[in-house]
């Protein structure tokens, strides 16, 4: 039996299995392809029912990670294979050439300073841009940069055999961490237990052509509306619209954007989008005290604690007007965005002007996590999350002893849960460790 565990993700679900197995005592190899961990937690303002700052919560836990003597922290990596059996794993990992020998950098910052390229941050979701050196966010951990190939002069340079070009970052970073000879590397862990940490990502707005597939740009995700109110996003917390910068004064939150909609492929509900959207229009309001949000809503789905208190906030305290019908049609017409919906409970068709759409677009498994599962010697479910065999009573084993699953790699959830699903299946690869329970 080896005792030490492999975690595949480093959201919340993987970051806190990974704390729990390294504070009892093991070692944890945590896999995160991104180039710092934090997930999707990362990227939002605050969190509800209790509008805590989510980067404040996470913080000590990211930082103990990094610091943390039991976990071999792999980022910028991915899982290229597995073999073995419950005890005794091969996992090979690819580290990605990040252009920078971390071991030397000291995340002075400089480089990104320097370079004069950018583009836009997938982290910002299109709303900012990046350097082609980059590191995630002001918080990022490991804060290490890397270098962008597909942005990066230099490296397009040198790729299409041509005198190499720029190189800004090289000349200026004061510790010679620059390497752009590097390529990517293979390392072998051997573990007892693995924890699949996977997550999730929103549905690509292209498969909603009725609602501008993508192409309007003032309808965004409910992900970018979470970083145009962080204070760490690209407007420093100012909710501003894309198009023109202005201060939007009438916003439109579509609920099940995607989700309870067979016709587009997802028949589940995503389960978070009711929470999160009260949360998005009581911060709106927050910020823009005269601004008017609407939510259009199928149902509330509001089972937490505090949860169906929190609705009632948004709707009673806080000026926000709920539609009770779906949306047929949103389009642009002038500087504003059309929403044509129906008001069920009074019978009536409703056309609003707004300045802004926010889509609360369907959770749906990460991108990549089929391949990630198939690595694993698991089959997913029929939406693609991964499906313990026996979801009632055994929620976090997977049909391969020895493999754990935790967090919205799952299927959607909020990070209460997510959290304690993820000390679920550390205690379960603990179990193993100590008993040879599988
Ligand atoms: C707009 C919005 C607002 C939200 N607001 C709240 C809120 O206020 N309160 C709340 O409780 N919940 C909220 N949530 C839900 C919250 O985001 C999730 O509960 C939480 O992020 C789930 O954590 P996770 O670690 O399971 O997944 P993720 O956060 O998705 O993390 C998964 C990690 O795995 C990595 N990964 C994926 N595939 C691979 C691979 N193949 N190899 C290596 N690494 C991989 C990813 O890069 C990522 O870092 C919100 C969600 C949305 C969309
Ligand atoms: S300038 Fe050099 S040391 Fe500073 S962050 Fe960039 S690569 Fe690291
Ligand atoms: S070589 Fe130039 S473009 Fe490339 S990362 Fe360095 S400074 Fe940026």
């Known amino acids: 039996m080896i005792t030490r565990a492999l975690v595949l993700g480093a959201g919340i679900a993987g970051i806190q299995a990974a704390l729990d197995i390294a504070n009892s005592g093991y070692d944890v190899a945590l896999v995160e392809r991104q180039p710092s961990i934090g997930g999707h937690m990362a990227q939002l303002s605050e969190t509800f029912p209790t509008l805590d700052c989510s980067q404040c919560i996470m913080t000590p836990r990211t930082v103990e990670v990094g610091h943390h003597e039991r976990i071999r922290l792999y980022t910028y990596s991915t899982l290229e294979s597995l073999r073995g059996a419950a005890g005794d794993f091969t996992a090979t990992i690819r580290r990605r050439a990040a252009y920078v020998d971390w071991d030397v950098c ?62 800004a970052c090289l000349k200026f970073c004061p510790t010679n961490a620059i390497h ?15 924890v699949l940490a996977t997550g999730y990502d929103l549905m690509p707005p292209a498969r909603l052509p009725e609602y501008g597939g993508g192409h309007v740009p003032d309808v965004i995700d409910a992900l970018a509306f979470e970083r145009l109110l962080a204070a760490s996003g690209p407007t420093a917390g100012k909710v501003r619209r894309p198009s023109d910068g202005k201060e939007p004064k009438q916003v439109v939150f579509v609920q099940c954007s995607g989700s309870r909609d067979p016709e587009h ?59 009770r019908g779906k949306v047929s049609k949103i389009y642009r017409d002038g500087d504003r965005v059309m929403v044509w919906g129906s008001d069920t409970l009074s019978g009536r068709k409703v056309e609003i002007a707004a300045d802004l759409v926010v889509l609360a677009l ?39 002893p020895g493999i754990y699953v935790a967090g919205a790699a799952a299927g959607p959830k909020d990070i209460p849960e997510t959290v304690a699903q993820a000390s679920a299946a550390a205690a379960k690869v603990l179990g193993l460790f100590r008993n040879r329970v599988v």
Request: hydrophobic share 35%; glycine share 10%; aromatic share 8%.
């Open 106 to 167: 000291t995340g002075c910052g400089v480089c990104q300073e320097k370079c004069p390229w950018k583009a836009p941050a997938e982290f910002e979701r299109g709303l900012g841009l990046r350097k082609a050196i980059y590191t995630l966010s002001p918080q990022a951990v490991p804060n290490k940069p890397v270098v962008n190939p597909a942005v990066c002069v230099r490296l397009r340079s040198l790729a299409a055999h041509e005198k190499p070009k720029c190189g």
């Open 180 to 194: 752009f000879e590097q390529t990517d590397t293979l390392v072998e862990e051997h573990v007892g237990a693995l």
């Open 265 to 323: 492929g997802v028949a589940y509900c995503s389960k978070i989008c009711c929470m999160y959207t009260a949360k998005q229009a009581i911060l709106y309001k927050h910020r823009v005290h005269d601004g008017q949000p609407y939510v259009f809503y199928i149902d509330v789905r509001a089972g937490g604690k505090g949860y169906e208190e929190f609705i009632n906030r948004a709707q009673q305290d806080e000026g926000v007007v709920y539609l």
């Open 362 to 400: 369907a959770a749906l498994p990460a991108a990549g996590s089929d391949e990630a599962q198939r690595l694993l010697g698991l089959a997913p479910g029929s939406e693609g999350f991964c499906a313990p065999p026996d979801g009632e009573l055994q929620p976090v084993n997977t049909a391969v």
